[in-house]
């Protein structure tokens, strides 16, 4: 009724919910990428034969979410950048890494 695994050194357990307990956005998985090739990777991967979702959410085929999220997101102490940024990834589906820079330089 339980596995445990580990991702990235991080340790999980995971429990056999039956019919009552399903995934659910309440649970996602956060996925940090470095560059626009490692965003579309699991991007692609994870997303195969599962649902894609707004800025950055992704359901795989089991209905999990992720979000698969570029580096370049992580908090800026410039809140008009961070504000910019995340003005253009609110109108996305897979994040543009290239699009994210740009807004970001741009405020």
Same mark, same amino acid.
């Given at each position: 009724?339980?596995?445990?695994?580990?991702?990235?050194?991080?340790?999980?357990?995971?429990?056999?919910?039956?019919?009552?307990?399903?995934?659910?956005?309440?649970?996602?998985?956060?996925?940090?990428?470095?560059?626009?090739?490692?965003?579309?990777?699991?991007?692609? #991967?994870?997303?195969?034969?599962?649902?894609?979702?707004?800025? =950055?959410?992704?359901?795989? $085929?089991?209905? @999990? /979410?992720?979000q698969i999220v570029? #580096?370049?997101?992580?908090?800026d102490p410039n809140?008009?950048? =961070?504000?910019?940024?995340? $003005?253009?990834? @609110? /109108?996305?589906?897979?994040?543009?890494?290239?699009?994210?820079?740009?807004?970001?330089?741009?405020?």
């Amino acid at each position: 009724m339980t596995v445990s695994f580990e991702l990235d050194g991080q340790p999980f357990l995971a429990l056999n919910g039956g019919p009552d307990f399903t995934f659910n956005e309440a649970i996602p998985l956060l996925v940090d990428c470095e560059d626009q090739s490692e965003v579309d990777y699991f991007w692609d #991967t994870l997303g195969e034969g599962g649902e894609p979702g707004p800025c =950055g959410w992704i359901k795989d $085929k089991y209905g @999990l /979410s992720w979000q698969i999220v570029p #580096t370049v997101l992580i908090a800026d102490p410039n809140a008009e950048k =961070g504000q910019a940024a995340m $003005k253009t990834m @609110l /109108s996305m589906g897979k994040l543009d890494v290239g699009k994210l820079k740009r807004a970001h330089a741009a405020a």
